[in-house]
Protein backbone atom coordinates (compact mmCIF):
# COMPACT_ATOMS: atom_id res chain seq x y z
CA UNK A 1 0.00 0.00 0.00
CA UNK A 2 1.19 3.15 -0.81
CA UNK A 3 2.01 6.15 2.03
CA UNK A 4 1.24 9.15 -0.14
CA UNK A 5 2.97 11.65 2.65
CA UNK A 6 5.62 9.42 3.42
CA UNK A 7 6.41 8.12 0.30
CA UNK A 8 6.09 11.41 -1.86
CA UNK A 9 8.42 12.91 1.12
CA UNK A 10 11.19 10.41 0.03
CA UNK A 11 10.73 11.19 -3.53
CA UNK A 12 11.28 14.37 -3.10
CA UNK A 13 14.17 14.07 -1.31
CA UNK A 14 15.69 11.51 -4.11
CA UNK A 15 15.30 14.08 -6.64
CA UNK A 16 17.30 16.72 -4.61
CA UNK A 17 20.09 14.27 -4.84
CA UNK A 18 20.13 14.96 -8.55
CA UNK A 19 22.69 17.76 -9.44
CA UNK A 20 22.27 20.68 -12.09
CA UNK A 21 25.05 19.83 -14.81
CA UNK A 22 26.28 23.16 -15.12
CA UNK A 23 26.27 24.27 -11.36
CA UNK A 24 27.14 20.78 -9.75
CA UNK A 25 26.23 21.89 -6.54
CA UNK A 26 22.96 22.93 -6.95
CA UNK A 27 20.18 20.52 -6.48
CA UNK A 28 17.64 20.74 -9.59
CA UNK A 29 14.94 20.85 -6.29
CA UNK A 30 16.86 23.89 -4.82
CA UNK A 31 16.95 24.90 -8.90
CA UNK A 32 13.19 24.76 -8.78
CA UNK A 33 12.80 23.20 -12.09
CA UNK A 34 10.85 20.28 -10.82
CA UNK A 35 7.01 21.43 -10.59
CA UNK A 36 5.11 18.65 -9.16
CA UNK A 37 5.46 14.97 -7.84
CA UNK A 38 2.12 12.75 -7.81
CA UNK A 39 2.18 9.25 -6.97
CA UNK A 40 -0.89 7.61 -8.95
CA UNK A 41 -3.27 5.01 -7.10
CA UNK A 42 -2.01 2.71 -9.41
CA UNK A 43 1.70 3.14 -7.15
CA UNK A 44 3.28 4.92 -10.16
CA UNK A 45 5.53 8.01 -9.63
CA UNK A 46 5.14 10.83 -11.91
CA UNK A 47 7.61 14.01 -11.95
CA UNK A 48 7.19 17.04 -14.08
CA UNK A 49 9.65 19.08 -14.63
CA UNK A 50 10.55 22.59 -16.83
CA UNK A 51 13.52 23.52 -17.78
CA UNK A 52 15.58 27.15 -16.98
CA UNK A 53 14.73 27.90 -20.91
CA UNK A 54 13.37 25.91 -23.76
CA UNK A 55 16.75 25.18 -25.70
CA UNK A 56 18.42 23.31 -22.35
CA UNK A 57 20.59 21.05 -23.65
CA UNK A 58 20.83 19.01 -20.29
CA UNK A 59 17.16 18.40 -20.21
CA UNK A 60 17.76 14.88 -21.54
CA UNK A 61 19.99 13.90 -19.01
CA UNK A 62 18.35 15.31 -16.39
CA UNK A 63 15.28 13.27 -16.66
CA UNK A 64 17.23 10.63 -17.00
CA UNK A 65 19.03 11.45 -13.53
CA UNK A 66 15.75 12.05 -11.66
CA UNK A 67 13.96 8.98 -13.52
CA UNK A 68 17.17 6.86 -11.95
CA UNK A 69 16.82 8.33 -8.52
CA UNK A 70 12.99 7.79 -8.07
CA UNK A 71 13.27 4.37 -9.76
CA UNK A 72 15.95 3.39 -7.37
CA UNK A 73 13.24 3.68 -4.28
CA UNK A 74 11.81 1.03 -5.47
CA UNK A 75 8.70 2.15 -7.58
CA UNK A 76 8.27 -0.11 -10.85
CA UNK A 77 6.77 2.39 -12.53
CA UNK A 78 8.87 5.84 -13.30
CA UNK A 79 7.58 8.97 -15.74
CA UNK A 80 8.78 11.69 -15.51
CA UNK A 81 7.64 14.95 -17.90
CA UNK A 82 9.06 17.92 -19.30
CA UNK A 83 6.72 20.72 -20.19
CA UNK A 84 6.26 24.23 -19.98
CA UNK A 85 3.01 24.62 -18.08
CA UNK A 86 4.49 26.50 -15.06
CA UNK A 87 7.38 28.44 -16.27
CA UNK A 88 10.19 28.48 -14.99
CA UNK A 89 12.08 31.73 -13.39
CA UNK A 90 14.86 32.00 -11.17
CA UNK A 91 12.40 33.40 -8.37
CA UNK A 92 11.41 29.92 -8.33
CA UNK A 93 15.35 29.16 -6.66
CA UNK A 94 15.01 28.39 -3.10
CA UNK A 95 16.69 30.56 -0.37
CA UNK A 96 19.23 27.30 0.32
CA UNK A 97 19.84 27.43 -3.79
CA UNK A 98 20.84 31.33 -3.83
CA UNK A 99 23.18 30.34 -0.50
CA UNK A 100 24.59 27.51 -2.34
CA UNK A 101 25.32 29.77 -5.78
CA UNK A 102 26.67 32.04 -3.75
CA UNK A 103 28.80 29.67 -2.26
CA UNK A 104 30.02 28.35 -5.55
CA UNK A 105 31.12 31.56 -6.83
CA UNK A 106 28.58 33.28 -8.82
CA UNK A 107 26.26 36.00 -7.42
CA UNK A 108 22.90 34.34 -7.34
CA UNK A 109 19.58 36.42 -9.06
CA UNK A 110 17.85 39.14 -6.68
CA UNK A 111 14.45 38.71 -6.46
CA UNK A 112 11.80 40.58 -8.55
CA UNK A 113 8.36 41.42 -8.97
CA UNK A 114 6.55 41.17 -12.51
CA UNK A 115 9.22 41.56 -15.29
CA UNK A 116 12.79 41.55 -14.93
CA UNK A 117 14.69 44.16 -16.08
CA UNK A 118 18.71 45.15 -16.86
CA UNK A 119 18.94 47.60 -13.70
CA UNK A 120 18.19 44.45 -11.64
CA UNK A 121 22.05 43.78 -12.83
CA UNK A 122 23.53 46.96 -11.79
CA UNK A 123 26.11 47.24 -8.33
CA UNK A 124 25.04 42.93 -7.89
CA UNK A 125 26.78 42.50 -4.53
CA UNK A 126 29.92 40.65 -5.10
CA UNK A 127 30.06 36.92 -4.35
CA UNK A 128 33.18 36.95 -2.33
CA UNK A 129 33.18 39.83 -0.45
CA UNK A 130 29.59 40.91 -0.38
CA UNK A 131 30.46 44.69 -1.61
CA UNK A 132 28.08 46.66 -4.26
CA UNK A 133 31.12 48.53 -5.40
CA UNK A 134 30.36 46.63 -8.82
CA UNK A 135 29.48 47.31 -12.40
CA UNK A 136 27.91 45.30 -14.94
CA UNK A 137 30.63 44.60 -17.64
CA UNK A 138 28.36 42.68 -20.23
CA UNK A 139 24.83 40.64 -19.82
CA UNK A 140 26.24 37.86 -22.19
CA UNK A 141 28.54 35.34 -20.16
CA UNK A 142 29.53 32.02 -20.99
CA UNK A 143 26.05 30.33 -20.38
CA UNK A 144 22.84 32.52 -21.46
CA UNK A 145 21.98 32.51 -17.95
CA UNK A 146 24.99 34.50 -16.90
CA UNK A 147 25.97 38.00 -16.66
CA UNK A 148 29.44 38.92 -16.03
CA UNK A 149 30.71 41.89 -13.67
CA UNK A 150 34.01 43.50 -11.65
CA UNK A 151 34.32 44.08 -7.87
CA UNK A 152 36.16 47.15 -7.49
CA UNK A 153 36.72 46.23 -3.65
CA UNK A 154 37.97 43.00 -4.06
CA UNK A 155 38.86 43.39 -7.90
CA UNK A 156 37.59 40.06 -8.74
CA UNK A 157 35.73 39.82 -12.19
CA UNK A 158 32.44 37.44 -11.01
CA UNK A 159 29.41 35.76 -12.93
CA UNK A 160 26.02 36.63 -11.97
CA UNK A 161 23.03 33.78 -12.25
CA UNK A 162 20.75 36.51 -14.49
CA UNK A 163 17.48 37.27 -12.86
CA UNK A 164 14.77 35.33 -15.60
Known sequence: MVNATTDTQAIWDAIATVMDPEIPVLSVVDLGIITD???TEEGAVQVRMTPTFSGCPAIKLMEKQVHDAVASLGFAEVQVETNFDV???S???SEKGREIIKNFGLAPPP???DEPDMKLLEHTA????NS??????TPFGPTLCRSMHYCYDCLQAFEQFKPI
Open 91 to 93: NRI
Open 37 to 39: VQI
Open 111 to 113: KYK
Open 87 to 89: TWS
Open 126 to 129: CPYC
Open 132 to 137: TNTTLK
